[in-house]
Structure formats: structure tokens, C-alpha cells
């Protein structure tokens, strides 16, 4: 039997609409949401836990359970760790997908080939987070063999949401292809970009003086009965 738990069902929907949102945004941006989104919900269940475990040690909380504040401890570095390589997996599947822009530019063959992508790094945290959570030892075998058996299974249950995605939107994916992204300037806002907010932010300023100026001129002219 497979058992898949709710945590892997949400990564793979996850996972699934980060290539759905990258291949329709075509925009690095798309990529700092998702990061911002990733950190934000760890710092929130990070904290969470933290306050909870707390909570279970102050000897004015009645634990009418026994829940041990261990659990809640244990699992902060577990939070940390998902976050890290969630983050660490979106980077590999940008990373992937400019490589194929590169290699295949008919996206027929570009849609077959992202479907196995996104099967590969489903694998691959299925591989990593287990091996870093409980390291090597006589059982991580048979916790590795179940965990890739669940990925594998997810992985295939998500293929034909992900496969009608691209059928239907085959412009926007060969949009997607003819349009690479520079990685360097996902840390590092272009000059182009800079140089936009600046002349958006001045025209701001020059419509609110030019605003401010009408209501002074009004003020001045009108007079009280």
C-alpha cells in the first residue's frame, strides 16, 4: 500500500502551479513571489510551533492532553529545513526550464519534456528531505523506497491537470520559450526596471504637486459668506 501524506499532496500541487504560474507570468518576479510566499509561511509556522512549545512548558498551561512540547521543538528544524529546500527545488526547476528553452524551442517537445522535470524533482525531495531529517541509517532504505513510491504516485496524479494546462495554453508556452530570463537579475533588480519605478514615482510626485496646487489656488480664490 501507498501512503501519501498531506504535506507531499500540498507540496505537488505546490510544485505543479509554480510551472503553471512561471510559464504564464514569464518573469522572474514570479519566481520572488514564490520565494516571498515560501518564507513568509515558514516564519509564520516557524513561529507558531515556537509559541506552542512554550505554551506546553509554562507551568500555568493546563496540558490536558499531555501534548509534549518536544513535538513542537523537533519539528522547527523540520519547518526550516522544508522551507530551505523548497526554495532550493524552485531554483532547480527555473534553472531546468531556461536550460530547455535553450535545447528544444517546438513546444510540443518542450511540454513532453517538463512533465518529466517536474516528475524529477519531486524525486528528488522525496531523496533529500528524508536523508536530511533522519540521516543515513539501517532503515532509511525502506523510508526512502515509500517516500519515492508516494512521489512517484503523486507525481503521476498531478500529470494530466499539468499535461491539459499545456495543451490548452500552447501560446503561452511557446510565448515561454521565445522568451529567456536573465538568473542574474533575480537578486539583482535590472537597471531597466530601476530606471521605470523612478520615472513612475516622478510622475507620481508631479501629479500629486500639481494636484496640491489646483486646492491652494482654489482655497485662495474662494471666499467665505
Known amino acids: 500500500s501507498i501512503s501519501i501524506s498531506a504535506g507531499s499532496i500540498a507540496y505537488g500541487a505546490f510544485m ?3 510551472i503553471m504560474l512561471f510559464i504564464l507570468e514569464k518573469d522572474l518576479s514570479a519566481l520572488r513571489d ?13 513561529g507558531l510551533f515556537k509559541i506552542i512549545a512554550l505554551a506546553l512548558e509554562s507551568p500555568a498551561m493546563q496540558n490536558a492532553l499531555g501534548v509534549p512540547a518536544s513535538v513542537f521543538k523537533l519539528s522547527l528544524g523540520i519547518v526550516v529545513l522544508g522551507g530551505v529546500l523548497i526554495v532550493l527545488e524552485l531554483f532547480i526547476l527555473v534553472f531546468m526550464l531556461e536550460w530547455l528553452k535553450t535545447r528544444i524551442k517546438k513546444p510540443v517537445w ?13 524525486i528528488i525531495d522525496g531523496v533529500l528531505f528524508p536523508m536530511l531529517v533522519l540521516g543515513i ?12 513510491k ?13 499535461c491539459i494546462f499545456l495543451a490548452v495554453n500552447k501560446n503561452s508556452l511557446k510565448s515561454f520559450i521565445q522568451s529567456p530570463l536573465n538568473l542574474k537579475h533575480l537578486f539583482l533588480v535590472p537597471k531597466s526596471d530601476l530606471l521605470a519605478e523612478i520615472e513612475r514615482q516622478r510622475q507620481t ?18 471666499s467665505f459668506p
Open 137 to 148: 541509517g539501517p532503515k532509511l532504505g525502506v523510508i526512502l523506497a515509500g517516500n519515492l
Open 16 to 18: 505543479m502551479s509554480s
Open 110 to 122: 518542450f511540454a513532453l519534456t517538463t512533465v518529466p522535470l517536474y516528475l524529477a524533482v519531486l
Open 205 to 222: 510626485l508631479e501629479s500629486e504637486e500639481k494636484n496640491s496646487a489646483t486646492w491652494r489656488k482654489a482655497s485662495t480664490t474662494y
Open 34 to 46: 514564490t520565494i516571498r510566499l515560501v518564507v513568509i509561511v515558514d516564519v509564520f509556522t516557524f
Open 150 to 162: 508516494s512521489k512517484a504516485f503523486l507525481a503521476m496524479s498531478y500529470m494530466l491537470p499539468l
